[in-house]
Every structure is written in C-alpha cells, then in structure tokens.
C-alpha cells in the first residue's frame, strides 16, 4: 500500500473509533494478566444494557501502574480504575456517563502520571497493540511516512541532531552510530533490534513490544532506510511469549499493508524482518554475542574492534539497537529533533522509560524527562517506601549497575550523573531498597548472576566472578578477614579492568559501589575470631 | 655474625623437603655455622621454643593439630617460610579436596582389597575438610615451591637470610620442580 | 559418520515435523541451529541425545557444535520435565521480595532444588531469571499460569493448593 | 596496491609491521616477549586469556595485543607494574580454578601454565582452590583428557575445527562451568568425528591432553608443527 492509503485508512479506522461514546481501554500486559474473563464480563455488561453501539471494549498495552492492576481505563472520561475484577463489570459499564466508581476509581491527580512525561509510551495503554488500523489511527508510521519523502542522510542528520543516545546502557550516540554504518562498505547490511533484555529487574523492552510493537517495527523501517540494510532481525528473549507474538502479528501485518516486504510503501525500498528467540543468555546483550547468537552459535563474544558497524553479522555491516531506541526513531522524524532535544539535560537528551519495583508503593514502569531526579522518582512517582520503612538504597543498571544511597537522592538521572555516582544508567531497571535490605545480599546476588551468565571465555571474568563471589559468601556469613576485603577490591579491579566484553568489565560494579557507599556493613561482617594473631 | 636459631616444622607432607635440607651434603656444616637447629624432627627437641628467628615449614595444613602447631610456630618465629608445594599450594595433600576428607579415608582405608577393611577409630588426626597451604592460616614472609624444592634452592635462600638478603632475587625454583 | 543418514527417528510417532519445518523455514542453514532447537524443545519438551544427533545430521553440522550451542543457552532442557511445572523468578526484584525464601521453602517441601524433578515425576522446579513482571514479584508461574503481588507465605500456600488441586 | 607499512614504538624502540599485522606479531618479530597462553601461532586468535594485554599510549584502557592491529604512530608498553600486576593475577586465577597438581603431571616441566607462573614471578596462589571434582576421560586408545588440568584455552578446539577440519571438540555449558567436550558428549574413544590426529594433545598448553604411556613429567608436546602444516599445505594444494 502506498502512503496514501494508508493515511485514508487510518482516518476512516479514527471516524470508526469516534462513532463510540465510551471506551474501556482493558491493560492486558503481563503485569495485567488473567483478562480475558474481565473482559468477558465488561463484554457481557455492555450487552445486557444494549449499548454495544455505544461502548468499545478495546484490549490494550501496559498503562505503567502495575501495582493497581488489572487496570481498565475509561475514554473520553479519562478515568482509570484500579484492581478491576471481573464481578465488578457492572460497577464499571453503570458508571459510564455518570459519576466514575469511588471504590474502583484511581485518583486522578495522583503524582505517579502527573509527573511523568510520555514519549515512547505514549500509546502505550491507549491502543491495541494487535491492531495496526489503532496504530495508523494514532499517528503511527507518520515518522516513516515522513523519512521516506527525505534523503537517507537526511534521516540520519536529524536522529543525529535530536541528541538521541542508546537506552540499551552504553549511552552511545544512535545517530552517529547509524552515519557509520550507513557509511560502511559492505556487499550488504543488517539491522538487528536487540530484545533481549536481560537485566533482572528491567521489563521496558518487554512493555514496549507488548503495547506498540509497530513502533519498534516503525524506528527498525527508518532505520533500515538510512543505512541502507534490507535484512532486519529481532533478538528477542523466548521468555516474553506474548511480546513474542504480538511482534510476530505486528510483523505479519507490516508485511500485508506493503510496511515490509519489497517496495516498501511503493518506493524503492526493501526490508525483511525475522525474529530471532534468545535462548537464556545475559552475555547475548553484549552486541558481539548476540550476533554470534543469531549467527546460531554459542552467545560468546569477540574482541572489537572490529565493531559491528563495520562488520557484523556474517562480517557485513550492522546496525544494532535496543528496542526503546528504535522506539524513540519515529516521534523524533514526525515531531522533530528540536522537540526531543528540548527535553532532558545538555548530553542526556529526550525522555527515559524506568521499571520501578522493589520495596516501593507504586511498582510498574514510568517515563520521565532526562534529568529528572531520584528522589522525584522514587517518593513523587513512586509514592516511597511501603510498611514505614526508610528508604536505604536505589539500584539502577542491573548486574551491571550500582547501588546509590540516600545522600545522592538528588541527583538527575543521566548517563552522566549516574555513572559519577559509580552506577550507570543501564537499560532501565530501577530497583528500591529499603532499610530492611542488605547490601552484601544484593550484591552477592548480582555477582553471582554474573558468574553463572559468564560465557567463560576470558579467565578474568570467567574464575575472577567465581572469586569474587566466594568472597562475598564469606561476607555473608562473617567469615570473612581484612585480607578478604583487600582481596575483594583487587578481583575488582582486575576483572574490571582486563575482562574481555562488557559484562565482564562491569560485573564488579556492584561491589564497587557499595564498597563506596556501604563500606560498614563489609566491616561490620569482618570476623573477629578469623584474625589469629600472627607474627611475635 | 651472630648465630639465627632455626626450627623445622614436618606438617602434612613427605619429608621429602626435609630430605632436600640433609641433601646439602657437606654444606650442612656450612649451614650449622650461620644457623642454630632449636627444633626439627631432624633434631631431638619436643616443644617449639620460645621464640625462633626463622622456620622453616614443609606440608600442607591437614588436620586440626597442624592449624595449632602452625600458629604456634608462627607465634614464636620472625620469619615463617613456606617450603615445597605442599606447604605452598596443598599439592598432593590437596588431591583430596575434590571429594574431602571423609571420602578420601573410605578410598585409602575400604575400598582397597585389604583384610579387614576398617578406618582406624585410633591414632589418626582429625582431619579438615580440606588441605591448604600455610598462607590461608598465617602469614608467610617467603615461598620456596618445587617438589621439593632443589638442595641448591634451600641453601641459597638460607645463606642469604643469614647475610639478610632474603627475600632476594628469585629463586631456581618452581612448582613440581 | 554425521554427514551419512540421518538416525531413523525413534518410531513414526516422533512429531519430528515441526523440528524439520523450523530447519526448512532457514534453509538448512547452519543459522537454523538455535531456532530449531527451540522448535525441537516445544515439541519434546526437553532435548535428549536422539534430538542433538538428528538436528545436527540434518543441519550437516559437527555434534560437538550443536552440543556447545543446547548447553550454552539456559533455556534448554536436556532432561523431561514432570507432570507439573513450577517456575519461580529470580529477577532482581522477585529476589528482593523474597523468591529466594519460596526456593528454600519447596526445597524443604518437595526436596527439590531448581532443574530437579520429583521421584514420582509430579513436579519440576524451574528457576528463571526475571520473566520481566518485576512490579508483581514475588511472581512464580504454576504451569505457565503467572502468580504474583502475594507475600511469601501466602505465594507458598498457592503452590501448596495448586499441587493438591492439580490432576 | 600494496598493504601499506606502519610505524610504531613497542616498550622504547621504533619498529615497523604491515597495516594487517597484530602488535603481538610485530613485538614478536623485533625480540620482545609478550606472555601469551590461548594464542598459538597457525590459529585464530580469541584474545580470550588476555595475558597479553598492553598499554597504548592514549587509552585508558589494557589492549590484547594478540588481536589488536597495529595503527601508524602507536606507543606500545608490553610491561608496566600494573600489567605485570594484573597477568600475575590471571595466572593464579587459572591455577586456583582447577586441580593444576604439578608434581603428579604428566606435563611437569613441559607446561606452559607452569612456565607463565615462572615467568611472572608466581611463587603462590593467593586465591583458594575451587578444587572441583572433574572427571578423566581415558576412553582413546592413545591419548587421554584430563579435565583438572584444562586451562579452556580452545587450543584443541580450535585446532581440531580450524586446522583438522573433524570440530571434535567443543565446549559444554558455560562460564565456570565450562567443560571441553568430543561431539555429544561422548566418551573420546567413541567419538565417530575424531581422526586420531593427535593436534589437539600437541597444542594443548597444559598435561590436559596427553599421550597414554609417558610417565610423570615426561611429555614433550611439538608444537611448531603448525605453521610448518599450513605453510606446506598452502604449497601442496596450489
């Protein structure tokens, strides 16, 4: 189809949306699950009342507040009800039109939404994610529509100007990532989305490919357009069985409506997108690994340079981003790199999209301006520390992240300020602590996460985590010695500084950022009795 | 020159370290002038004496007697060497710390044809779980690998700490040698 | 030798099909490995030494390879699971609320540590890391039904009743 | 056009190599040893032990200078405190993994992890053993695997898949559960791949894999033979 249709068919999809007068919009996200007999009943209340004409009951993404879900948003009303059970289908349908249900009804001032910023989530809770009528209808694929009227390096030239860095972790620069592999030569070239998010405690990707899967589908098509690839593949993990099959839907319907394919939109463009299911391999995150891993090998990643931008998957040119950076793609061609290079810090540009959990009141996934502080996040947004607890610690980047205590609560996230602080900002993940919590318990969590991902290939990481994490149980367990500590931070050091990729260079971040913050608590647990006394 | 006083420790080892000392021949009588034997098994004393400028120290650390023996040693001594693999690295001691202790006596002491297969209920050390070398006990202020070490190596490096050049450059030595 | 014939599949009622549709869909390309192994997993539900020797004569590569590859990945199973399957999340979250304490518990309970299977073959414990429904954690899956927002105790006492109400 | 020639400096003195050539191979080719375990001349290179990490005047950061090419106006140091630090470190990591028992190996003063601890100074491992309890497998007719004294340099994989062409080996698992494994899993002898070569047993760096009937300390492994293999092979099929 050419864009013309397209837009005509979203406008008539818009006329057909407006002809109702409410809208249950019913979350049926992971964090949602078990709908289908809410929906059942909202389905059965709406007949019983003979508004079926008047009332559509649409299946929709994740709307971010876990916590209260299952979540069923009222339109145009703009109410949100909480903790919806089926049994309570009658409460919600007899409420349309008059006044919203007291029990069931979200404040509607409440800070957790007031205060965030929606880019990439956007349409996340509004449209059915296995429609792409509701995706055209909301605005989607304007970004390629307008890509596809400018030069490729036009295209680039605008991702570069809007600031856009990697959400993946490493922060690097997307648009001068895609100028060098739109410059690379090679007889062919790749891109590759990476969705495999591995980082325990982090499910932004999942979100996103399981609200608005054409958005990633959008930002991969515009970015095939501007290097020049014509073979796309998505590294997703096997463990999200419904993004899986929503972005296998939404892949089937690109195809269909001439989005993929040959000729795409009637031009001269061709792009082919395959998913690829990881198989339980943290190290896949690593680019080198994952392109191992689709190549059908064991994830273990090689030396760079070379990058993948120069040669990558069967040694062509490849482009590799992370879900939420494809995501971002079409609104910044549609709405402008002025527009998102206005939000956010002077090297963190545009808007992040964090899960909050942990021992916090509002679990579930936000998105907030760059540059917005921890503090905002885990006491506005995330309404603080359940059970009168204090709070202790916030846990951002994962395995490969560190833990930041309450002193630096004021800190702006960005890739800068959160890597000064000895954490980095990571893909997403934002776990709370509370005074409950131990900090060598955590840490030895991580690390052994780290020793059992280890591919194995490079000594430092491969026995230096194993090492490390025999430390940390002798730590565990006040076992250990002074010598202990010392031994701790020089296996830090080494496997930071010689391991191979960056799962290995980063393991010890962990220990390093509680040794910086939380030193006591490894002093508290130096045994007495393990210190002989020694020498005459 | 005033004269050091040396003891020996035999932990879990072979002897053979100490075969390597009476291996310096003649040079023994070299050794005899710088250094005064207070304690050794190669010497007739029961206690280790008060206080030791050097020990010397071969044999992995065993059982519960060996930690207490050690300590004592490392007490009453200036400088602690640990001398051959076993006292460096556990060695052949350690082979049995894939499996532990208890496995090991079942291999030596039932599972070998023998008459009457039993694990002597006397006489045997309590052993721990694992054979290690000195260092994760004490603090060890040199370290002589081999297997065992050369008559050459032992002679070098006492000669040097008795003209206190000691630790020195490095010895002729390695693990296995 | 591995290129020769493929080994016969064990009866015809080995559904073999969906592993050979997997290989064509890529051509027998040596790419295929990973995707039908997954094809092959879905099928058998775990993946024995007749399923890596099969694919790998297929797909013309070395078993040594194909061996590397299905026990590089977590994901694989190399043994059959029981009758019923308990996968509990480890994810950073799960962990802070506790799955670690819902593991001792079934370790108590059944005797079970994770990638075990009960004698009578009743239960299988899995341990995953992070199914990404982190603002439910604790979460546990009862044979892919997804539990979470429950303390610990009270996520034990699921297990106990789904065990118990289970056929 | 002919592949351009770079000038570099390497611990002081001015050398020079082709633009392709990795610093490992020009420091080697001008006398200056750089510790190396997994890279083996006539092999791909990993850079996997990462022993022979350098200093590049510039970069933070530690290159392997196994895979790391060389760049026009390079300053290479192959030794400093730090370094020499570190790859001391890695060899006592190697040696604390598995049950390296020099004085009952077969490889007892013809072993290159014995060597590298020689060589740096490694007079005792800091670390405690993880003694695992790994098996041997003696199932060949001529050689044996004994996996306590596996180092998971890929040698033997790499030699086996690259050079033999049979991909015999291969790693099982991963991480510090790594094992080396023949095709799935099988017994050596039983391997329906395995040639008999025996390259795998001559490049093995350690008493890992060896030929049966040497006593303690009496194999000698011939490990030049590669580049002589391939150099003639290149000659043979041309």
């Known amino acids: ?415 800068e300020s959160l890597s000064e602080l000895g954490s980095i900002m990571g893909s997403g993940g934002m776990i709370v602590m509370d005074d409950t919590s131990s900090m060598i318990d955590i840490v030895k969590y991580f690390i052994e996460f780290c020793m059992d991902e280890s591919c194995g290939k490079c000594i430092p990481c491969r026995v230096g985590t194993a090492q490390i994490h025999r430390l940390l149980t002798a730590f565990q367990e006040r076992t250990a010695t002074e010598a202990d500590l010392a031994q701790l931070e020089m296996l830090c050091d080494l496997v930071k500084n010689t391991s191979l990729c960056g799962l290995g260079q980063s393991a010890p971040n962990p220990v390093l950022s509680t040794l910086r913050y939380f030193r006591q608590e490894y002093l508290d647990r130096i045994s007495e009795s393990r210190q002989p006394e020694d020498r005459p | 020159m005033t004269m050091l006083r040396l003891a020996t420790l035999w932990l879990d080892g072979c002897s053979g370290c100490h075969m390597s000392l009476l291996d310096t021949d003649e040079r023994l009588l070299d050794l005899a002038a710088m250094y005064e034997f207070v304690h050794s098994p190669l010497v007739d004393s029961k206690h280790f004496p008060e206080a030791a400028d050097v020990v010397l120290i071969e044999g992995a650390v065993s059982s519960h007697e060996d930690v207490a023996r050690l300590r004592l040693a490392r007490h009453h001594s200036r400088l602690l060497i640990a001398v051959g693999d076993c006292a460096v690295t556990g060695n052949v001691p350690a082979l049995r710390n894939a499996t532990g202790a208890a496995a090991m006596l079942r291999t030596v002491y039932l599972d070998q044809p023998a008459l009457n297969p039993q694990i002597p209920a006397t006489d045997l050390p309590v052993l721990l779980e694992l054979a290690l070398p000195l260092h994760h006990f004490v603090t060890v202020d040199l370290f002589i690998p081999g297997c065992p070490p050369g008559a050459e190596t032992l002679l070098t490096a006492l000669t040097g700490l008795a003209a206190g050049t000691v630790p020195g450059p490095p010895l002729s030595t390695r693990f296995g040698a | 030798m591995p290129t020769s014939a493929p080994p016969h599949p064990s009866g015809e009622n080995r559904p073999w099909r969906s592993v050979d549709q997997a290989m064509q869909r890529h051509d027998y390309r040596p790419d295929a490995l990973i995707e039908t192994l997954h094809a092959a997993q879905d099928a058998f539900g775990y993946l024995d030494g007749e399923t890596l020797a099969y694919i790998a004569a297929k797909l013309r590569l070395p078993p040594a390879k194909v061996f590397g590859v299905a026990t590089f990945y977590n994901h694989f199973s190399h043994k059959p699971k029981g009758e019923h399957t308990l996968v509990v999340c480890t994810g950073t979250a799960c962990h802070v609320k506790g799955t670690d304490r819902v593991l001792a518990w079934v370790r108590d309970r059944y005797g079970l540590l994770p990638g075990e299977t009960t004698a009578d073959n009743r239960l299988s414990l899995v341990e995953v890391r992070c199914v990404g429904a982190c603002a439910l954690a604790p979460v546990i899956l009862t044979d892919g039904d997804v539990i979470g927002k429950r303390g610990v105790e009270e996520t034990t006492a699921v297990i106990e009743e789904w065990l118990h109400h289970a056929p | 056009m002919s592949e351009p020639i770079l000038t570099l400096v390497v611990d002081g003195l001015q050398v020079s190599g082709l633009a392709s050539e990795t610093i490992l191979k020009v420091a080697r080719e001008n006398d200056i ?206």
């Open chain 1, 1 to 415: 189809m050419h864009r013309d249709e397209l837009r005509r068919r979203a406008a008539e999809h818009r006329l057909h949306l407006e002809g109702f007068a409410h809208h249950l919009l019913v979350c049926s996200s992971l964090g949602c699950a078990h709908n289908d007999a809410l929906i059942t009943a909202l389905r059965r209340s709406v007949a019983e009342r003979g508004m079926e004409s008047r009332v559509l009951i649409r299946k929709t993404g994740c709307m971010g507040l876990c916590a209260l879900g299952p979540l069923v948003a009222v339109q145009p009303e703009g109410w949100l009800y909480q903790h919806v059970r089926p049994e309570d289908a009658d409460v919600v349908v007899a409420s349309l039109g008059q006044q919203p249900s007291e029990q069931l009804l979200v404040p509607p001032d409440l800070p957790f939404f007031a205060r965030q910023h929606k880019n990439v989530l956007a349409l996340s809770g509004r449209i059915d994610p296995e429609s792409l009528d509701d995706y055209l209808a909301a605005g989607g694929y304007a970004g390629l529509f307008a890509a596809l009227d400018m030069r490729p390096a036009e295209v680039i030239r605008r991702i570069q100007e809007s600031g856009l860095r990697g959400r993946g972790g490493a922060g690097y620069p997307t648009g001068l990532k895609w100028a060098t592999v739109a410059k690379a030569r090679g007889a062919r070239k790749y891109i590759i989305c990476n969705a495999d998010e591995g980082d325990p405690g982090a499910f932004m990707d999942r979100s996103i490919l399981e609200s608005t899967p054409h958005a990633v589908l959008e930002g991969m098509i515009i970015a095939a357009y501007a290097v020049g690839a014509c073979q796309g593949y998505i590294y997703v993990r096997a463990e999200y069985p419904l993004a899986v099959h929503r972005l296998k839907l939404a892949i089937r319907q690109a195809e269909r409506h001439n989005l993929l394919g040959h000729a795409i939109c009637g031009l001269n463009l061709d792009l082919a997108i395959q998913i690829r299911l990881g198989a339980g391999a943290f190290v896949c995150g690593e680019e080198t690994a994952l392109i191992e891993s689709v190549e059908g090998r064991r994830g273990i990643p090689r030396p760079r340079p070379p990058y993948p931008a120069e040669k990558g998957l069967w040694g062509y040119p490849t482009l590799i981003n992370n879900v939420e950076t494809y995501a971002n793609v079409g609104p910044i061609i549609d709405r402008g790199s002025r527009w998102f290079a206005a939000l956010g810090t002077e090297a963190s540009k545009g808007t992040k999209v964090f899960a909050l959990t942990g021992k916090i009141v509002h679990t579930g996934l936000i998105e907030v301006p760059m540059g917005t502080t921890l503090r905002e996040i885990v006491f506005d947004i995330g309404g603080g520390i359940p059970d009168g607890h204090g709070f202790k610690a916030v846990q951002t980047g994962g395995p490969s992240g560190g833990c930041i205590p309450a002193e630096h609560l004021d800190a702006p996230v960005s890739y």
């Open chain 4, 33 to 238: 040893a750089i510790p190396t375990l997994c890279w083996l001349e006539g092999l791909s290179s990993l850079g996997a032990c990462r022993l022979c990490m350098v200093e590049i005047e510039g970069s933070p950061k530690l290159h392997p200078a196994c895979v790391t090419p060389i760049q026009e106006g390079m300053v290479v140091a192959t030794r400093s405190e730090r370094l020499h630090r570190y790859r001391k470190a890695i060899v006592e990591l190697l040696f604390s993994e598995r049950n390296h028992i020099c004085a009952v190996c077969v490889a007892n003063g013809h072993c290159e992890l014995q060597d590298l601890a020689v060589q740096l100074g490694v007079d005792h491992i800091r670390f405690p053993g993880r003694s695992p309890q790994l098996a041997v497998d003696a199932s060949h007719a001529r050689f044996v695997l004994d996996h306590n004294r596996c180092v998971l340099c890929m040698r033997c994989v790499r030699v086996c898949g690259e050079i033999e062409g049979a991909h015999t080996w291969d790693v099982k698992n991963r991480g510090i559960r790594s094992l080396i494994v023949a095709d799935f899993e099988t017994p050596w002898g039983l391997s329906e791949t395995c040639t008999g070569c025996g390259k795998c047993v001559q490049v093995c760096p350690t008493g890992a894999l060896f030929e049966k009937g040497r006593p303690v300390a009496e194999t000698h492994k011939k490990r030049p033979f590669l580049p002589y293999l391939m150099a003639n092979r290149a000659r043979e099929h041309r």
